[in-house]
């Protein structure tokens, strides 16, 4: 079952018809007609006690002896069923903030993960009845789905193919945006968006991930130093040659070891001078 428009007329009918039927209630009392008097008092109160008042950005869930007759969703005042029920319930757009949650990612490190979910309810009829506390329910699917997610990819990826929690965190949060969706339609909720906050290696192996970080930062920028002390070397040879300067075999190689030992060397170079032959 599905939400839907609740009977309600304009609330100030009721006012005015508690008034009318109050004053001639009254009127009658005066005159001795009790019986009559007391049925008018008496519906001008129930009337009165129908009229129900809904704020902007908030819905009223009415029910008539456990049966739902609907929702009122525009603000206002109303008047309703007399005898019926109503619960309101909030149709802001609310953020949940999830505690930090210590999961293994897909090969098995363990890491600290936290997001943001940003929600509204948009079927009242399902937020009320179809779970016990639609709230509650949101904190704990969007902590089972975020674990299931972090819990696919690995934090980062070396290799620079595929995704990662740290390298690809828009595409990771559009799936958990898609997957929450999915586990809360039941409770009629949207997912407007949903971001990841917090995420990094557990304690026991920060260190340890830190230093592989570090290894595989040098070692790529090592290769791009090396890459280009190469490209480097053979400009140079290739410009010697072209101003008529030949050189043989062994002292194209004494040049291009001296070249990268001075490119490719973390320190400053400290050239030697060659009075004699190369011989």
Do not use: C
């Not at 709230?135 to 934090?155: G, M, N």
């Amino acid at each position: 079952m599905k939400e839907s428009q609740a009977w309600s007329i304009n609330g100030f009918l009721g006012i005015l018809l508690f008034i009318i039927g109050g004053g001639f209630g009254v009127l009658l009392l005066t005159q001795e007609h009790f019986v009559s008097g007391a049925i008018l008092i008496i519906l001008g109160l129930i009337f009165v006690s129908t009229i129900t008042a809904v704020q902007p950005n908030e819905a009223s869930v009415i029910t008539f002896f456990g049966t739902y007759s609907g929702t009122i969703r525009k603000s206002g005042l109303w008047l309703i069923v007399p005898f019926s029920s109503r619960r309101k319930i909030s149709l802001r757009v609310r953020n949940f903030n999830s505690v930090k949650l210590k999961v293994n990612d897909i090969e098995g490190n363990p890491i600290e993960i936290a997001a943001v979910v940003v929600f509204r309810v948009v079927d009242t009829y399902k937020a009320i009845f179809d779970v016990d506390s639609y709230e509650k329910f949101v904190e704990i699917q969007s902590e089972t789905a975020l674990r299931h997610v972090a819990s696919k990819y690995p934090y980062d990826r070396f290799d620079s193919e595929g995704y990662s929690l740290r390298g690809n965190a828009d595409e990771v949060a559009a799936e958990l945006s898609q997957e929450l969706q999915e586990r809360l339609s039941v409770a009629g909720v949207e997912v407007i968006e949903s971001r990841l906050t917090h995420l990094a290696y557990s304690t026991e192996i920060a260190s340890a991930m830190l230093q592989r970080q570090q290894a595989s930062a040098i070692l790529s920028a090592r290769q791009i130093i090396v890459d280009g002390a190469v490209g480097m070397v053979q400009m140079a040879i290739s410009r010697l040659e072209a101003e008529g300067l030949q050189l043989d075999e062994e002292r194209k190689a004494a040049m291009i070891n001296n070249l990268l030992v001075a490119i490719v060397s973390d320190r400053s170079a400290n050239p030697v001078i060659n009075t004699g032959s190369l011989y």
